[in-house]
């Protein structure tokens, strides 16, 4: 029988989706206390001003809160040490993450560690591996359509100190409740917009080549990459096309339930390294290798990138499994470039003289994902790959 009929499904996460429903936050935060910390970036949700009409929906349902902004794109380690002694000392009950991968990553971070006490880096595995027993709750609101943040348990986090980037993730870090809606994502600039719609159709198509690929997965995959495929060029002419928005908002969410049941590859294992040393945007840093890394690894995964170039339009005349995978590389730089984010790592700013390192920070740090990648990848392989997207 088929090993991918060998499973486990566990998503505890009350999502919330549509438009409008952010209004029901404070209705559905009632039950976790009197008090949210809300973990947010510098400036976007206030220029917006969701966080004050966040903060008011709260307020109407008698929840106060705290405001923790001083997040930045690939978060810290000690800025989610800091978050969570203001937490603690705010006898916050909740911990809410309003915006991008970013906010939403730290919140699930500050909860732990504000409840189940120690450092963050604790928590990964080059800093010990320690596993919490308890995390606040936590309720995610993204403005983006991107992370999969929302429907998932991962938080990535940096270490300023070693340039290390590690995700993690716990079933204490799933959020309790997640609102999703496409409304707030209006406000999204072309480029945020490119970048993260490309970062959930890599969830999505990672997750359908991981060799834990399963039924449920490999639905919400498909129809995730489908969704991105149409949808994220209109997103970029059109931010205001709401129709758009929302059709990438639950290709966000799906992408994020299948890193869940399935997880990422060595993709997401060779990026982080890049946004760590270089402080790169981590979408823009999938796309620079994601064309190359799949072209690599396509002899060993053929069947499935054939179904990956159907997905995204291959014309229904060929037929033969060795073109069209070989189409779905053709395919995948087809939707980079109508958004105008099909980049090199040179375009990145990354240094030639860098990918022997990036290619063992990659293995080290995230090796796990590795594994789980057709095609048995050695360091040696990972630096041909970054080599091959110079």
């Known amino acids: 029988m088929d090993k991918t009929m060998n499973f486990e499904y566990f998503l505890p996460t009350r999502i919330v989706f549509g438009v409008g429903t952010v209004n029901k936050v404070g209705k559905l935060a009632r039950n976790l206390g009197k008090k949210a910390m809300i973990v947010t970036g510098r400036s976007s949700a206030k220029k917006t001003g969701l966080l004050d009409e966040v903060i008011s929906i709260l307020e109407k349902s008698g929840i106060e809160s705290v405001v923790f902004d001083d997040i930045v794109p690939n978060p810290l380690s000690s800025t989610v040490d800091k978050g969570a002694e203001i937490a603690n000392r705010e006898k916050c009950d909740m911990v809410i993450g309003l915006g991008g991968g970013s906010p939403i990553d730290s919140a699930k971070l500050i909860a732990v560690v504000a409840k189940d006490g120690g450092r963050c880096w604790e928590y990964t595995g080059s800093g010990g591996g320690r596993v919490p027993k308890a995390a606040l709750p ?18 990535v986090v940096t270490n300023s100190e070693t340039n290390e980037k590690i995700g993690v993730g716990f079933d204490q870090t799933f959020p309790v409740i997640s609102v999703v809606d496409p409304e707030v994502m209006k406000t999204l600039p072309p480029y945020q917009t490119a970048a993260t719609g490309m970062d959930a ?26 969704l991105i495929n149409h949808y994220l060029p209109i997103a970029y002419t059109d931010g ?39 402080d790169a945007t981590h979408g823009a840093g999938l796309c620079a290798t994601g064309p190359a890394f799949f072209d690599y690894i396509r002899p060993h995964t053929k ?14 005349s060929v037929i033969d499994i ?57 360091t040696e392989d990972l630096k041909k790959i970054l080599e091959m997207s110079y």
């Open 138 to 155: 936590i309720i995610a609101i993204p403005t983006t359509h991107g992370t999969g943040t929302e429907s998932d348990p991962f938080a």
């Open 303 to 316: 069947e499935r990138l054939a179904r990956v170039a159907q997905i995204m339009g291959a014309p229904e």
């Open 322 to 378: 060795n073109r069209l995978s070989e189409m779905s590389i053709e395919l995948i730089h087809r939707l980079q470039k109508s958004v105008e984010i099909d980049i090199t790592l040179k375009e990145l700013g990354v240094e030639r003289s860098m990918l022997g390192r990036l290619a063992e920070d990659a293995m080290r740090t995230m090796g796990g994902l590795v594994e789980v990648t057709p095609g048995d990848l050695k």
């Open 201 to 226: 159709f890599y969830h999505a198509i990672e997750s359908y080549i991981n060799t834990n690929h399963q039924p449920t997965s490999d639905l919400l995959a498909m129809e995730a990459m489908a």
């Open 240 to 278: 205001n096309n709401i129709e758009a928005r929302t059709a990438l908002a639950w290709a966000s969410t799906a992408a994020g339930i299948c890193e869940t049941l399935s997880g990422c590859i060595a993709n997401h294992s060779l990026e982080h390294p890049i946004s760590a040393h270089y």
